[in-house]
T-cell receptor, first 112, second 113 residues
């Protein structure tokens, strides 16, 4: 079935290193993708998005890469900080409809 | 700028009691509104969405209902809570232009005892 999944449920990185969180999607009709950060007990925070007509988009310390050929999405966090510790999950949207498909999330742990 | 608020943040209710969770959006007009439930370690489950006042679509048959009495107000309700209704409930909004951006509220933790 259609799904958005994450390869690594837990990712531990040293403070200052770069983090890469991956996501796979299966619906080729999806044309919009979002990365969220969710801290414990809080609502998901919109980090960065990308549309299917792009393969890379950069924000502040974050970069999202989209590979439509293999239906793969990644979030790169530069110089990871303790405040980056959270669960990150991706979401896909199909043609601006109300339907969003969410991954289960990857927990990022930043080691001091 | 647009903001979304939902309350209460935490709620402990006995089985069989009613429920009302409220969500409001500010800084935008005619938003699409959503209620999701998030189970621990699992993805988000869409419960209801609304494209306008009085327009509610239900995704999953359940013990809950939703209403949209005003353009930027979305309410999640139950007449009689079940133990299985416990969870983390999230309100979200997206623009009527359907460009895709989806923004969440801070969530409401419901525990049914």
């Amino acid at each position: 079935g259609e799904s958005v999944g994450l390869h690594l449920p837990t990712l531990s990185v040293q403070e200052g290193d770069n983090s890469i969180i991956n996501c796979a999607y299966s619906n080729s009709a999806s044309d919009y993708f979002i990365w969220y950060k969710q801290e414990s007990g809080k609502g998901p925070q919109f980090i960065i998005d990308i549309r299917s007509n792009m393969d890379k988009r950069q924000g502040q310390r974050v970069t999202v890469l989209l590979n439509k050929t293999v239906k793969h999405l990644s979030l790169q966090i530069a110089a990871t900080q303790p405040g980056d510790s959270a669960v990150y999950f991706c979401a896909e949207n199909i043609g601006g409809t109300y339907k969003y498909i969410f991954g289960t999330g990857t927990r990022l742990k930043v080691l001091a | 700028s647009q903001t979304i608020h939902q309350w209460p943040a935490t709620l402990v209710q006995p089985v069989g009691s009613p429920l009302s969770l409220e969500c409001t959006v500010e800084g935008t007009s005619n938003p699409n509104l959503y209620w999701y439930r998030q189970a621990a370690g699992r993805g988000l489950q869409l419960l209801f969405y609304s494209v306008g006042i009085g327009q509610i679509s239900s995704e999953v048959p359940q013990n809950l209902s939703a209403s949209r009495p005003q353009d930027r107000q979305f309410i999640l309700s139950s007449k009689k809570l079940l133990l299985s209704d416990s969870g983390f409930y999230l309100c979200a909004w997206s623009g009527w232009e359907n460009t895709g951006e989806l923004f969440f509220g801070e969530g409401s933790r419901l525990t049914v005892l």
